[in-house]
Structure formats: C-alpha cells, structure tokens
C-alpha cells in the first residue's frame, strides 16, 4: 500500500495502511481491515502519480457496499491480543505463580498435590480458631492465595486460568485447615464456584464430620446475574478479624451475611483480557459492568475523562438494592485495579472518587490496589461497604498479610508556602515590553499546538514526551506573563530560567533554564541593556553553559543542532529570519546524525534514521512563529 496517511473513524486520527493494519491485527480479518482503510478510512491528500493513479470512483462502487461494514461485523481472529508472557511453560503458570507466591510470604505452603489440588494455607495454624477458606479460578491475584494470613484467609484454593477449583481442591484445603470451631467457606457466584465448593462443604460435614458453614457473595451491580467480584473482599477481611479474635462460626457467618447485604461493586474496562484473546474493546470506547474473567459488560460507553467514569461508577453502586439503607456512618471504598491501570491513574481515580459529589461520604479507603484481578485488563472497579462500628473496627484490625493494603480515613490534600528565597520571582518587579510579550506569546501559542506533533515524533526515538513539556511549560509561561520584568533582558533570563526549572520536566527543563540562566549571566557581565545590543551573544553564551553543563555540542542529535545555528545566524546579522532558517536546516540534518546523547543513544538506526530530533524540530517550530 501506498505510505499516505489516512483518517481513521474511529478516533479521528491519521495513520498509514500499515499503522492501522498492525493496530487492527488479531481483531479483524485483513481482508476486512484493507476494505475498511480503502472505503471507510478518509484520504487527506491524493496518491503520488509515482505511486499510480487512484482507483476511478465508478470502479470503487462497484464492489460490494456490504464489505465497507466488514470491520464492524468481521468475527475477530482467534488468539489473544498480547500473547507475550513471562513464563517458562505456559501449562504450568499457576503451580509457578503459586510457588513464587510462597517465596515472599512467611508461613505460607501447599499441599503436596500438583497439579490436579492447587492448594495453599497457613503454616502458623493451630486449628483453635474458625476457619476462613476461599478461591477460585487463577488470574484474579493476589485474591485469593495473596490473601492469606492472620486476620484474613487461613486457605485458599486456585484452579486454573478463570476455571473453578474441584471438589476436592476445595474439600482438601477444608479438611487442612479446619479444627473444632468450624469453617467458614467464602464462595463467588459463579455456577462453577458455587457447585464446586458446596459439594465440598457438604462432603466434608458427611464424610469428616466438620462443622462447615458456607456464604456466597453477589456484590456486582452491573448485571442480575450478582456476580461476586472485588467487593468480597470485604467478606475475607471482615470476618478474617472477627476470627482472629476469637469469635465462633456462628457469629462469623451472621457477619459475613450482614457484611454481603451491605456491599455493592461495579467496574469498567477499556480493554478485554488481552493475555487470554483478542481484544473486543474498541479503542475510542469502554466497558461499564464487565466479568472478572472477560465476560461483556453490562453496556459499551464513548471513552470519557476519569472523573465522569468514577461519578457514573458509584452512581449506579448507590442506586442498587444492598445501598438503598441510610448509611449515617458513610462509606469505605475499595479502589481496585483489575491489572492492567498503571499507578499513577490509579492514583488519579483515588482523587476522582474524593473529588465526586459522593466523597465526603467515604469514611475509610482501601487502595487504590491490585487485589481482585483479571489478569492484564486495563481497568478498574470500586467497592461499597456501608459502614457501621463493627465494621470499621474490622476493617482497620491488623492483620499480617503484606499484600493488604490497609485501610485509611481519607487525608485530603494539604500544601504550605514554598520556602523564602526559592522562588527567582519573589524579588522581581513587573514591567511591559509590548514586543517582547509578543514574541513570547508566539512561541508559546505555536509548541502548544505543536504538541501532538512533537509527541507523535518522540514516540518513534524517545519516550513520546517532548511535545507535552513543552506545551505544558509554554502554558506557564503565558499564565504568569504579566509577572515577568518584560522591559529588562537581564532580569527576564533569570526568571525565564527559574519559571522553566519548576515547571519544565525532564533534561530539557533543565538544560533550558541553565540556558536563560547563562544568557542573564551574559548580559550582566557585558552591561547590555537591550536585546539587540547584547541579544544573540548572550544567546550564545547560555547555549555555552547549556553545553557545559549537559556534555553535548552540536552533531549528537539534540536540540543544540537547531539552537546553535540559529545563535550563530543572529551573531552574524542574519535577523530572526535567518535564524528560523538556520534551525531548520539544522534540524533536518539530524536525520541522518548517529545519536551520542539523550534518550535515541539507546535507539537503533533503523527506527531513529530519517526521523528528526524531537527536541530540534520544537526550536524550529518556536523560531519559525516569530521569523
């Protein structure tokens, strides 16, 4: 196919036929993926004739008008959609993972029952307490194995991937652990589950005369079929202490049935289990109310910002039938990653679910964490437990489990004034230059729409960043321009070079405010007064201390390649014309420069080669704003 770029549909972005064929690999037959680029995809420019002329209209019409809706019916391909796993034998994961899981957690074994009983328990137990048991299918971790330990699970049993355990993983894991005083047994609903562990139960009363008691939780709101999901939990820690302090089975099961009636969970996915099969998850949508082993959600939504996702989560929580009761003691929240959402937006819908109209009801946080998985699924799902003293008193019991993440009354941002001296723009006077505020809106305006530009490039040799910090500095800069001593160059530097070293990440923060730094240092030694007294050598010499400091010069594919022949252009008289283009002839030559700094030093050449420094082609964009 030709190497045009065409506009996807389906997010409104431009790719090429490859781009988009390995985007839609796996999900949907190549046939359909060129018939949906030829007839579906819109050109935005037309072919080279070097490349052939393009298919006449009448020709296109012709084919048949079924197929431009192949990719919306095509059956995806079968195979997952991220088969790349760490392991050595994939039909061994679990016993592995499992093992690994008793490497790092004190008293914890298994029985001697591979593969067929997947088995693991306390090895501090005596049996002079009630008895926690739970599982099910692998994928799920840290629940169930994870959980184990003094004051939650005393056992927990896996079966495979997404697959319930046996009957007699179940019974063998009830039989280990359970003494005098019973066993309480915690079952999702799920059929599987639910046959499984209540044959066992029942087989362990007949056959070995336990006391055995069962509960099943149902915390999912999304479909009737009450699924239980992440919400259990609560069930394992709640009664884990109830046990751990000693109270009898009875008592453990009335709590573990109260704690069920009052928790509620609901989750959203933008992906499906991409370990396990294709994904079915459209890029620009998401999944509100879907499995923990990949079942389709209860409905498919346009993607939206976190804040809205969390409010319509806990909306629907709220509005089921265990949260209908007042909860005069408000809410503990569990924030739970289904493994695939890195920290950091884990951290964001932390601050979403206390930023909604419902935070100031939750009392207690557990999380965010990783504790009800479904393998790699790029999602997440918050939990409800209304709360009343027991259960608080439950919930924030110790308990010796590493993986538990403990709970917390929410502490809500808090922030004291930077200390005296730090800030370069305590001490600066305002003042106006009507030029310079304009060149410095120019090229603040012209990175700021650069941004998906340069982000786009640095994806291909750096860490697609370079145009969001420069966008994001730019945006300081015009939010504080009123601030800056705009008619003293002198002074302008210096704060230019504090405003970029606090609001610029990365190396080219600080290599720019090092920089500004050396361009005040410039005019302060020389006396100049104005910019085209003392301008361009002053540009020289921060760009001197930038080299200094950094261990670049000119001909490692940095930003210097472009900002140094245009320092040179102004010394030579050549005006901001001749410097726009002497950056740009600068910053095409480093498409063919070998890396010896930055982050491309570590790219081969056959991504890096033909593709411009992202950092060059940003001071080409700001120079050309104000040629």
Not at 300 to 324: F, H, W, Y
Not at 335 to 354: D, Q, R, S, T
Not at 465 to 476: L, V
Request: charged share 25%; proline share 5%.
């Amino acid at each position: 196919m030709p190497e045009e770029r065409r506009r996807d549909p389906e997010d409104g972005e431009l790719y090429t036929y490859e781009e988009l064929a390995r985007w839609y690999a796996g999900k949907y037959k190549k046939g359909d993926i060129k018939t949906y680029w030829e007839q579906t995809c819109v050109p935005t420019r037309a072919k080279s004739s070097s490349k052939g002329s393009p298919e006449p209209k009448a020709k296109a019409k012709v084919k048949d008008k079924a197929k431009v809706k192949a990719k919306a019916k095509a059956k995806p391909e079968k195979g997952p959609a991220n088969p790349k796993r760490f392991v050595d034998d994939l039909d061994n994961i679990v016993r592995d993972g499992m093992d690994g899981l008793i490497w790092f957690t004190p008293n914890l074994g298994r029985l001697d029952t591979f593969p067929s009983i997947k088995v693991v328990f306390r090895t501090d137990w005596s049996k002079d307490k009630v008895a926690l048991v739970s599982g099910g299918g692998a994928g799920h971790e840290p629940m169930h194995g994870g959980l184990v330990g003094q004051g939650l699970l005393t056992a927990a049993i896996s079966g495979e991937t997404f697959a319930s355990p046996t009957i007699d993983a179940v019974l063998a894991a009830i039989v280990q652990v359970t003494g005098p005083k019973g066993c309480l047994l915690i079952i999702k609903n799920y059929t599987g589950d639910r046959l499984n562990f209540t044959l066992a139960a029942q087989r362990a009363r007949d056959q070995f005369g336990l006391k055995v008691e069962t509960v099943i939780t149902r915390d999912d709101v999304a479909t009737v079929a009450e699924r239980g999901v992440a919400g259990t939990i609560f069930v394992h820690k709640l009664c884990g202490a109830a046990a751990e302090a000693n109270k009898s089975l009875e008592d453990v099961k009335t709590l573990a049935d109260s704690v069920i009636d009052s928790t509620a969970s609901e989750g959203v996915s933008f992906s499906s289990v991409r370990r396990l099969k294709a994904e079915m998850i459209r890029n620009n949508k998401m999944e509100i109310g879907l499995g923990i082993h990949g079942e389709p959600g209860a409905r498919t939504e346009d993607k939206a910002p976190v804040s809205k996702i969390v409010s319509s989560l806990l909306q629907d929580i709220l509005k089921g039938k265990r949260m209908e009761a007042a909860a005069p003691e408000g809410y503990a929240c569990l924030i739970n990653n289904l493994g695939g959402v890195p920290p950091l937006e884990m951290c964001v819908v932390a601050n979403a679910v206390m930023k909604s109209e419902y935070g100031s009801k939750i009392k207690l946080l557990i999380g965010p964490a990783s504790l009800c998985t479904s393998l790699d699924m790029n999602g997440f799902s918050l939990s409800l437990l209304r709360l009343n003293a027991e259960f608080t008193t439950y919930l924030k019991a110790p308990t010796s489990v590493g993986l538990w993440p403990a709970a917390v009354a929410p502490c809500a941002p808090t922030t004291v004034p930077i200390p005296a001296g730090l800030d370069a723009m305590e001490s600066v006077t305002p003042s106006s230059d009507e030029a310079v505020a304009a060149v410095m809106k120019k090229v603040c305006a012209a990175l700021i729409a650069a941004k998906k530009e340069l982000d786009d490039l640095d994806a291909k040799v750096g860490d697609a960043d370079c145009g969001s910090t420069m966008a994001s500095a730019s945006q300081c800069v015009l939010d504080a321009l009123d601030k800056f001593p705009l008619a003293d160059p002198q002074l302008l530097c210096r704060a230019l070079g504090s405003t970029l070293s606090k609001a610029m990440g990365g190396s080219s923060g600080v290599l720019l405010s090092i920089m500004f730094m050396g361009m005040q240092a410039s005019f302060q030694k020389a006396g100049k007064k104005s910019w085209t007294e003392g301008g361009p050598q002053a540009f020289m010499d921060g760009l001197q201390a930038m080299m200094d400091a950094g261990g670049a010069t000119t001909g490692m594919r940095t930003m210097l390649d472009a900002l140094v022949p245009a320092a040179q252009a102004l010394l030579d008289g050549k005006g901001l014309a001749g410097a726009a283009d002497a950056a740009t002839a600068g910053m095409e030559s480093t498409k063919t420069m070998a890396p010896r700094a930055g982050r491309t030093e570590n790219v081969p050449e056959s991504v890096w080669k033909n593709v411009v420094d992202p950092g060059a082609k940003a001071v080409a964009i700001a120079l050309k704003a104000i040629a």
